[in-house]
Nanobody
Framework: QVQVVESGGGLVQAGGSLRLSCAASGSIRSIDFIAWYRQAPGKQRELLATITSGSTTNYVDSVKGRFTISRDNAKNTVYLQMYSLKPEDTAVYYC?????????????WGQGTQVTVSS
């Protein structure tokens, strides 16, 4: 099994930056990729970015150029660096690890970290 824990959220002014962390533990080698999502009040959870075990990254258009996903294998941690934050970026941010157990892919979600961007 795999567990992930997010951290790094907080209150920031519009135009500011934050770096979120997603620390993974457990069967690290079984992780295929890690994704960052967010969920604003009253809205569906939204995929933001993914990074594979081989460090291939992908972004949704809404955050491309403002958010950067990266990984530190030595720390078993994936980061989401966020720049030029806007009030509409306010949400709970979650990371999800997709890992392979036998021939079955499973998900592990963190508890989320709140990001609030003030105008």
């Amino acid at each position: 099994q795999v567990q992930v824990v997010e951290s790094g959220g907080g209150l920031v002014q519009a135009g500011g930056s934050l770096r979120l962390s997603c620390a993974a533990s457990g069967s690290i080698r079984s992780i295929d990729f890690i994704a960052w999502y967010r969920q604003a009040p009253g809205k569906q959870r939204e995929l933001l970015a993914t990074i594979t075990s081989g460090s291939t990254t992908n972004y949704v258009d809404s955050v491309k150029g403002r958010f950067t996903i990266s990984r530190d294998n030595a720390k078993n941690t994936v980061y989401l660096q966020m720049y030029s934050l806007k009030p509409e970026d306010t949400a709970v941010y979650y990371c999800k690890a997709v890992f392979l157990i036998g021939s079955t892919y499973r998900d592990a979600w963190g508890q989320g970290t709140q990001v609030t961007v003030s105008s």
